[in-house]
């Protein structure tokens, strides 16, 4: 009998397969051949909000812990996945350059924003007549890349590409089976595919969809990520994400010309470079009402978890949220309240 089946492989999933390696569990993943969100994400590690110059939830516990972990994971691949760039964040006037350096002066954010002001010369195709901050502790990951590579060289034998038919779950006390798998637990990490989970629908996992452009251009610098009105994130020979947009009205994975046009602009805005377009895509980001993750035990079904509604951040996030459910699986300890399903048991109870 296996000690865990992981439902779904995006980061979430990912990350938490890793803690079970770690541990020497075995564990196999039942994954669609569809791709996930965490695919087609930036995969950019920002402990910042940057719109109203805040650290993230735990930003140091979040932020050392996925680049300690990312690092190690790199080291167990044959290709790189690990990218350290900074962040540079448009500044458009006088006075969003002072509220940068009141910012930056925070007990909080010192740690992560350069007092300096990069100059507006610093690079020659993006328009900024007012320069830059610059976030200094940011970094990429290639997600597509690490997914797929994570999925050839370390789970291999234990991937069963299918869709899990939630009716073929069978629960017994100390273990679960679907068809002809056995586990003493089951955790799920299916992104908004959730909302269709009857163990897990009641929670108020809401979902917004995001679009995004990938273009090709050799004008632009490939050695730091530029946040305006969307980020830019460079993605090696000379293409860049760029993205990305935010629906919380549309749950479908649909492209569309709104989009598409609405990103062409906001990218010619600071833009001076020619580039090419040659690729549009959409996906929807597991989000949650009051924008926290769902991490926990389910009120009925002692060996059903979940991890999940990781949102944007779920790059960062996952690395500790993993390992969170982890220790509570297994040892017992506790969950922050801020991430535990808990807090929305009496949804479960209601219906």
């Not at 890349?145 to 060289?153: D, S």
């Not at 809401?206 to 990938?214: A, D, H, P, Q």
């Not at 993750?293 to 509604?309: D, F, V």
Request: proline fraction near 4%.
């Amino acid at each position: 009998m296996l000690d865990s089946i992981i439902v779904g492989f995006g980061i979430a999933g990912l990350n938490y397969a890793e803690q079970l390696r770690k541990q020497n569990k075995a564990f196999c993943v039942i994954a669609p051949k569809d791709k996930s969100a965490s695919h087609v994400a930036a995969g950019i590690i920002n402990p910042t909000v940057l719109k109203r110059y805040n650290p993230v939830w735990k930003s140091e516990e979040f932020l050392h812990h996925a680049l300690q972990s990312y690092s190690e994971i790199q080291k167990s691949l044959s290709d790189q996945i690990l990218y350290s760039k900074p962040i540079y964040r448009i500044l458009n006037s006088v006075l969003e350059q002072n509220e940068w350096s009141v910012a930056a002066s925070k007990p909080l954010l010192e740690k992560y924003l350069t007092a300096e002001l990069i100059s507006s010369e610093a690079l020659t195709h993006i328009q900024s007549p007012f320069g830059y901050g610059e976030v200094h502790c940011s970094a990429r990951i290639a997600t597509e890349k690490l997914i797929e590579t994570y999925l050839k060289e370390t789970v291999k034998e234990r991937l069963i590409i299918d869709e899990i038919d939630y009716s073929e779950l069978y629960f017994q006390e100390n273990s679960v089976s679907f068809k002809d798998i056995k586990a003493e637990k089951i955790v799920f990490c299916e992104g908004f595919h959730s909302v269709n989970n009857p163990l897990f629908n009641y929670l108020p996992l809401v979902g917004s969809k995001g679009e995004m452009l990938f273009i090709e251009s050799n004008e632009l610098s490939e050695e730091v990520i530029i946040k305006g009105p969307i980020f830019i994130v460079p993605l090696g020979k000379n293409q860049f994400w760029v993205g990305a947009t935010f629906n919380r009205m549309d749950k479908t994975s649909k492209t569309s010309v709104e989009g598409k046009n609405w990103l062409n602009k906001k990218l010619q805005q600071n833009l001076l470079a020619d580039y090419k377009i040659i690729d549009h895509k959409a996906q929807v980001r597991a989000t949650v009402v009051d924008r926290r993750p769902l991490l926990g035990r389910h009120p009925k079904h002692q060996n059903a978890y979940i991890l999940n509604g990781l949102g944007t951040r779920g790059v960062m996030m996952s690395p500790l949220l993993s390992q969170w459910l982890y220790e509570y699986i297994e040892g017992n300890s506790k969950l922050p309240p801020e991430v535990d399903i808990k807090r929305f048991e009496n949804h479960y109870f209601r219906n």
